[in-house]
């Protein structure tokens, strides 16, 4: 029996940028095509230096001994507590008022192909912490399935921003890029969606790694750098680019040693003109993996996440795709920084409505997988 009143529900995301946790409180009614959402309330806590250090060592493949991951899934579950109590504190919200959590947890491993993936941040130690339901583990279902467990984002997509007049393509600049493809009129069964390729992860550690940055605000750096197209041909020639959706992927394949390769590339360039040629990769992959896996170009390309704000890919995405309006979530009612997070909660309130969120047409699981584990606090 589903349960869809009104929730008030926090959602929580730290991405594979490994530089804080998002925090979206949210007002949450309805199931499927009638959800609805209404955020109040967007911060970004950010990671201290040594939490996102070790974080990082453990990431992406990387050796690492249990008992460093064991830690961190306890010390990142305390830090998401101290986080949603300060922007709680901060904005004066009372924890009896919130009736769900749903959070993401930071992956560090993510090998759908060995039916494995791993986010860390237990969410039974923070429903404890905090005395609050929480709904966490969204991935590891699908992946039983067969599928990628990954994009999530695409049943928010669906649910808010399809139309009924025109194709739309939602695309997501986070560490990773990702598409959702939604055609004119589409039922939940006909929705697209996969990962592109690299985003903010790269130009982050190109960033730290040529001028001591954590990323390139504004893209400005880039901006002042002239692209090397011929370079990014050469790069476009990564197995992954070619790869046929459904497909996920992250610091699995796009991490430090990627970088490495990259700089090895660009050796002849300054380092503006670096940055420019990895924003220009970002937005060409985008670019590529519309005209090549969609059955069409849409009329609108729907951006959000941090790379929106990086105006060398945004111009890059313009210049690669002439006939499609590129405008920003914000045009649309949501705060584009907010949407990973605000996904969280979404599906957090469906776990809780007892509906079934995996998509099988963006994952290629066997079927709709139940994602989440709901944790309930103790007494």
């Given at each position: 029996?589903?349960?869809?009143?009104?929730?008030?529900?926090?959602?929580?995301?730290?991405?594979?940028?490994?530089?804080?946790?998002?925090?979206?409180?949210?007002?949450?009614?309805?199931?499927?095509?009638?959800?609805?959402?209404?955020?109040?309330?967007?911060?970004?806590?950010?990671?201290?230096?040594?939490?996102?250090?070790?974080?990082?060592?453990?990431?992406?493949?990387?050796?690492?001994?249990?008992?460093?991951?064991?830690?961190?899934?306890?010390?990142?579950?305390?830090?998401?507590n101290d986080a949603i109590r300060l922007v709680c504190?901060?904005?004066?919200?009372?924890?009896?008022?919130?009736?769900?959590?749903?959070?993401?947890?930071?992956?560090?491993?993510?090998?759908?192909?060995?039916?494995?993936?791993?986010?860390?941040?237990?969410?039974?130690?923070?429903?404890?912490?905090?005395?609050?339901?929480?709904?966490?583990?969204?991935?590891?279902?699908?992946?039983?399935?067969?599928?990628?467990?990954?994009?999530?984002?695409?049943?928010?997509?669906?649910?808010?921003?399809?139309?009924?007049?025109?194709?739309?393509?939602?695309?997501?600049?986070?560490?990773?890029?990702?598409?959702?493809?939604?055609?004119?009129?589409?039922?939940?069964?006909?929705?697209?969606?996969?990962?592109?390729?690299?985003?903010?992860?790269?130009?982050?550690?190109?960033?730290?790694?040529?001028?001591?940055?954590?990323?390139?605000?504004?893209?400005?750096?880039?901006?002042?750098?002239?692209?090397?197209?011929?370079?990014?041909?050469?790069?476009?020639?990564?197995?992954?680019?070619?790869?046929?959706?459904?497909?996920?992927?992250?610091?699995?394949?796009?991490?430090?040693?990627?970088?490495?390769?990259?700089?090895?590339?660009?050796?002849?360039?300054?380092?503006?003109?670096?940055?420019?040629?990895?924003?220009?990769?970002?937005?060409?992959?985008?670019?590529?993996?519309?005209?090549?896996?969609?059955?069409?170009?849409?009329?609108?390309?729907?951006?959000?996440?941090?790379?929106?704000?990086?105006q060398a890919i945004m111009r890059g995405l313009e210049?690669?795709?002439?006939?499609?309006?590129?405008?920003?979530?914000?045009?649309?009612?949501?705060?584009?920084?907010?949407?990973?997070?605000?996904?969280?909660?979404?599906?957090?309130h469906e776990a809780l409505n007892g509906v079934s969120?995996?998509?099988?047409?963006?994952?290629?699981?066997?079927?709709?997988?139940?994602?989440?584990?709901?944790?309930?606090?103790?007494?």
């Open positions: 029996m589903q349960h869809t009143d009104t929730r008030t529900v926090i959602g929580l995301m730290s991405g594979t940028s490994l530089d804080g946790v998002d925090v979206a409180v949210v007002r949450c009614s309805g199931t499927a095509s009638t959800l609805r959402a209404s955020s109040e309330v967007f911060a970004t806590i950010t990671f201290s230096d040594d939490l996102r250090s070790d974080l990082f060592n453990v990431s992406g493949g990387r050796d690492s001994p249990v008992s460093s991951i064991s830690g961190l899934n306890a010390r990142l579950a305390s830090t998401y504190r901060e904005h004066d919200i009372s924890l009896d008022d919130i009736d769900a959590i749903g959070s993401h947890g930071q992956t560090i491993h993510h090998d759908p192909a060995s039916g494995s993936t791993l986010q860390i941040g237990d969410p039974a130690i923070l429903a404890h912490l905090l005395g609050i339901t929480v709904v966490g583990d969204f991935r590891q279902a699908d992946v039983a399935l067969g599928g990628q467990g990954a994009p999530l984002v695409p049943y928010l997509d669906w649910a808010l921003f399809s139309s009924e007049e025109e194709d739309r393509v939602l695309l997501n600049l986070g560490g990773i890029a990702n598409i959702t493809s939604l055609p004119a009129g589409c039922d939940r069964d006909d929705v697209v969606a996969f990962d592109t390729g690299p985003a903010n992860m790269i130009l982050d550690g190109l960033a730290t790694r040529l001028f001591d940055r954590d990323y390139d605000e504004g893209g400005l750096l880039a901006l002042g750098g002239q692209p090397d197209s011929d370079i990014v041909s050469k790069l476009m020639e990564h197995p992954f680019f070619g790869q046929t959706p459904p497909k996920s992927t992250g610091r699995e394949l796009f991490d430090s040693a990627y970088i490495d390769s990259f700089l090895r590339e660009t050796i002849h360039l300054d380092d503006d003109s670096k940055m420019a040629t990895a924003a220009l990769l970002t937005s060409f992959s985008v670019a590529h993996a519309l005209q090549n896996f969609l059955e069409g170009l849409p009329a609108k390309l729907i951006v959000s996440g941090g790379g929106l704000h990086n210049a690669q795709l002439p006939s499609v309006l590129v405008e920003s979530l914000a045009a649309y009612g949501m705060n584009p920084d907010a949407k990973e997070a605000i996904c969280f909660a979404l599906l957090a969120t995996g998509m099988p047409s963006v994952t290629g699981a066997r079927g709709r997988a139940f994602l989440g584990k709901i944790c309930y606090s103790g007494t």
